[in-house]
């Protein structure tokens, strides 16, 4: 294989693993090289548009073979944001777009906010929280926006700024960046309703608690980590909390997710005798 066509692999490599053949050639590597490049195993052709090299990331080379872009939930969990698990990936694509072939994902055809470059594989934040808004549940939706800004990823201010859909306006306005996990977005989201005050990492008694609802109710919930060590700090947290007269709830993230309803009435009832109050 000539020089060439090393320089080929190396333009493909740099572009993320899989690039479009015109944007490579408009950028000098030759048509002869990239068939020399293709021919000896070193790029894989995707279509007739895109190449990319062996060991590409498989979700790209999916998006190029089928002509979409990756959004939604799957753009933001390879984002690293907070994303409750979907068995298909979901996927964007122009709203006139011809068929999409593929059956495996979830196809948006909903008119993106930023406009995307044909040569872009990975949708923009602001298309990927847009889409959230609508695909997604609202406390879902919210949590993945909620993550979005407390890394930094996405800034309120500059989300306001564009024409959002009804969904994603009231993600917005409910959105904040100070918010621990997407855990405790949920958990917000079920409680609000109280109406009143519920706040996320209070500091008390030199730990952080994950809510205070009222004046004196805690709400703790552990995640897998909280074993041995962590388990016997967490009940030596909890007895000092209770001699100052706050009253801890402790369940597990299985219980918030999966049995919303036992911890909801444990909370309720505790909010019933008024232990959610200071002593007068």
């Known amino acids: 294989m000539r020089a060439t066509a090393f320089r080929a692999v190396d333009a493909v490599t740099a572009a993320g693993g899989v690039a479009r053949s015109a944007t490579l050639m408009r950028a000098g590597v030759s048509k002869h090289a990239l068939a020399e490049a293709v021919d000896a195993g070193a790029l894989v052709r ?104 407390r890394q930094g990823i996405a800034d309120p201010h500059a989300m306001s700024g564009y024409d959002l859909g009804l969904k994603a306006r009231e993600v917005l306005e409910s959105a904040s960046a100070y918010r621990d996990s997407g855990l405790e977005t949920i958990v917000y989201v079920r409680l609000r309703f109280l109406r009143m005050p519920i706040v996320s990492q209070v500091w008390i008694a030199g730990h952080r608690v994950d809510f205070l609802i009222g004046e004196r109710l805690i709400l703790q919930i552990d995640g897998g980590h909280h074993v041995g060590a962590q388990r016997a700090a967490d009940i030596a947290h909890d007895a000092q909390l209770m001699l100052l007269g706050y009253h801890v709830i402790r369940v597990t993230y299985a219980q918030v997710m999966e049995g919303w309803a036992t911890v909801l009435d444990l909370i309720l009832r505790a909010i019933g005798q008024g232990l959610h109050l200071a002593r007068r």
């Open 46 to 149: 995707i279509r007739r548009r895109w190449v990319a090299i062996p060991d590409a990331d498989p979700f790209l080379i999916s998006a190029a073979r089928e002509g979409v872009i990756l959004s939604c939930i799957t753009r933001a969990q390879r984002l690293r944001l907070w994303v409750l698990d979907d068995e298909r990936p979901h996927v964007a694509a122009a709203p006139h777009a011809g068929m999409v072939t593929t059956r495996a994902a979830v196809v948006h055809r909903h008119a993106p906010l930023v406009p995307r470059h044909p040569d872009s594989l990975e949708d923009s934040i602001e298309n990927t929280l847009s889409l959230v808004a609508v695909c997604q549940p609202f406390e879902r939706a919210l949590a993945i926006w909620d993550s979005a800004f």
